[in-house]
């Protein structure tokens, strides 16, 4: 009995002291509005539940506190203080200043290490400057072929659906994502369109749950709780089969690579940090490939998926959209080319259009490492600053009260010379930008364009949606298809 009241003095004692030390960063909150909290849980609560249940908890969140017409608010997630914005003034300064990312992305760093996606900012700096030329245009475009191979290979695997039940799209989209970024990151040709059940893809997708899990389970998220679990074990274990795969690549890549007799044509980025002779280590090197398969593969994948969605249930606008095609390719079933994909002005639009709508990408996290003037408050250094794409994207003092609805048109020239340039934000903003938007951007036309000359899609109303990392909807990507002639 003695030790449990030693024990309860002593965490009180510490809880006290840790109060104490946080007296300013209190007192700073207290100015800010806020909507929703409870005495010591804060907004806690608000994320407790299933994939679905946090997504419309999350949204009726942002909303009441959009509603509220304040342009700041403060959002108390345990002990952690975040700063929220709709201004897009503040966006635009909150992506440009503040380049260190939230703490809550240290689950993905578990995995990542110091990827691009996830690296702490001085390591950051020095790694995108190396990083940036391999991503040049240039090379992109050099990629093109990939795309339209396996966009081939995409229409021949969804023919098997051509009149059947609707089915889910995204199992396809994400094979053939994967076949892409796998050969032009790594050079390895993996087929998984014709094999998507391998070990190697099993550990991502168990990795990947966890690591969801963790970001809305606020008992998981001390590392010193999480390790008392079972998942634990299983992250680990799963983690180590990643690595383990992309080692072996790397190791076969640096044994084959002869910087005398390199080969002329396309090259992989691995090949090309090869060639630059950059000073990764091989350790450094996982971590970069890891981090570009996996943002390049699933934000990709999902995007196409909610465009053929939007299209199945949008039939006027998918009929525009095969009328660009057929102008541009007639009845060649030919690949898509580098100027092909420049004539796709409306499909470009309808593109944009849905990343506006479903942003796949719906919150993002960063840390103020200095005070940060925002519209109406000076934010000190080490609070949180969440921006919520997902809201500013239908917010309707940016976007007109029509903001909920589907029009590709909103994308036209003459339609965005005004728009604020942090009002739609996809792919972020700033220098902590997607690195991967003109490889995502291709990639996406070529194989949109592959499967819309063969098939026509139709989908049912969708407004059930879930967050896991990225936006889903519930019940999946859900088409029918049916042959074009």
Known sequence: ????????????ALYIKFRYSRVALYKFAETWPTYGDLPILGHTHWFIGGPERIFNNIRTLMDAINA????????????????VSFNPDDVQKILETCLEKDYSYKFLQTWLGNGLFVAPIDLWKVHRRLMLPIFHNRIIEDYIEVFGEQGNVLVERLQEQVGKPSFDVYEYITSCMLDIVFETSMGKKMDVQHNPDTPYLRARKTVMSIINMRLFKAWLQPDVLFNLTSH??????????????????????????????????????????????LAFSNIELREHIDSITIAGNDTTALVISY????????????????????????????????????????????????????????IIGRKTQKELKLSTCTVPAGVGCVVVPMVLHRSKKLWGPDADSFNPDRFLPENSTDRHPCAYIPFSYGTRNCIGRYFGMLAMKSILANILRSYKVTSQAFDRLKIEILLFPVNGHQITLEKRL
């Open 1 to 12: 009995m003695l030790v449990v009241i030693l024990i309860c003095i002593i965490a009180v």
């Open 68 to 83: 509220e017409g304040k342009t700041v608010s403060s959002v108390w997630i345990g002990p952690s203080l975040y700063m």
């Open 232 to 277: 634990a074990t299983v992250q680990k274990e799963n983690i180590d089969a990643t690595h383990k795969f992309t080692d072996e690549v790397i190791r076969d890549k640096i044994a084959d690579f002869d910087e005398e007799n390199y080969k002329e044509g396309r090259k992989d980025i691995l090949q090309l940090l090869l060639e630059r002779k």
């Open 307 to 362: 465009v053929l969605l939007l299209l199945g249930e949008h039939q006027d606008v998918q009929e525009e959209v095969y009328k660009e095609l057929k102008m541009i390719f007639g009845d060649s079933q030919r690949r898509p080319t580098k100027e092909d994909i420049t004539k796709m002005d409306y499909l470009d639009r309808v593109i944009r259009e849905t990343m506006r709508l479903y942003t796949v990408v719906p």
